[in-house]
Nanobody
Framework: QVQLEESGGGVVQPGGSLRLSCVTS????????MGWYRQAPGNERELVAS???????NYADSVKGRFTVSRPPVANTVYLQMNGLKPEDTGHYFC????????????WGQGTQVTVSS
């Protein structure tokens, strides 16, 4: 059974940095796409960043230039380096991993809270 576990969330002041990690287990294959969604009260759940198995990245316009998503070449792990954090970045961040084997199967982590406040 595929499982995802996030870590690295917390409370930080505006302008600060956090590094989120998502460690997976239980998969025999390298995930095609991994990344992060976030959701704040009153807001829609949005894609923050994603990265494919060949290194193609995608970012929300609001985080471009501040966030960097990355993954090692072997391990099924994904990171999100967040710099220059703003109060509007506050939310619950969810890691996801997609495996494409005839169809798409997506697994989600339980999420980690990120709070940016002065």
């Amino acid at each position: 059974q595929v499982q995802l576990e996030e870590s690295g969330g917390g409370v930080v002041q505006p302008g600060g940095s956090l590094r989120l990690s998502c460690v997976t287990s239980g998969s025999r294959h390298r995930f095609n796409t991994m990344g992060w969604y976030r959701q704040a009260p009153g807001n829609e759940r949005e894609l923050v960043a994603s990265i494919t198995d060949i290194g193609t990245t995608n970012y929300a316009d609001s985080v471009k230039g501040r966030f960097t998503v990355s993954r090692p070449p072997v391990a099924n792990t994904v990171y999100l380096q967040m710099n220059g954090l703003k109060p509007e970045d506050t939310g619950h961040y969810f890691c996801f991993a997609e495996l494409r084997l005839g169809g798409v199967r997506t697994t989600w982590g339980q999420g980690t809270q990120v709070t940016v406040s002065s």
